[in-house]
């Protein structure tokens, strides 16, 4: 039986954080997190018949209506043809919309629909349950923490799309 109070029981980083067994403990947790957060959804992906690829588009979709291909490519970092086959997906389940782009009439905007909205909302409240709990767990500082390590994992020229998310494309 799992302790529930496992991370009051994990010890503070030491001064010397950068040794190889902190550096370690820290990416097992990221590993074993990244994991956990994913399977609490998966039941729910199953009876949509929808896959991880799947949710990652929709929810970037969401977070930013009017996101071209080329931009939710370089978001997801995967291959195009990955990419064409879950917005084919998608379309055939008439949970996103393809419209010519504003701006480049040659580049596709994705939209979700009412549907996509539907399902895209219904398991992001499974995640935002999942942080929630996490983020109450650990406290405000933490959480910043959280915030700033993560940040500073992802290449400087990288973070510019994630300042994008939650603002109109088109």
Do not use: C
């Not at 994705?110 to 219904?122: P, Q």
């Not at 390590?149 to 400087?156: D, F, M, N, R």
């Amino acid at each position: 039986m799992p302790d529930e109070n496992f991370l009051s029981q994990v010890p503070a980083a030491s001064a010397l954080f950068l040794r190889e067994d902190e550096v370690r403990r820290g990416i097992e947790f990221l590993f074993f997190a990244h994991a956990s957060l994913w399977r609490a959804i998966d039941a729910r992906l199953a009876e949509k018949e929808l896959g991880r690829a799947h949710y990652r588009a929709l929810y970037f979709i969401a977070r930013q209506p009017g996101l071209t291909i080329s931009d939710l490519l370089a978001l997801l970092g995967i291959t195009k043809q990955s990419l064409g086959r879950v917005v084919k997906e998608l379309e055939a389940r008439d949970y996103l919309a393809t419209r010519p782009g504003n701006r480049d009439r040659r580049a596709k905007e994705l939209r979700l629909t009412d549907a996509g909205r539907a399902a895209e909302s219904a398991i992001f409240t499974m995640l935002r349950d999942t942080m929630s709990r996490a983020y109450t767990h650990a406290g405000q500082q933490a959480v910043t923490g959280f915030w700033q390590v993560s940040e500073a994992l992802i290449p400087a020229r990288e973070r510019g799309r994630i300042a994008m998310l939650g603002k109109e494309a088109g």
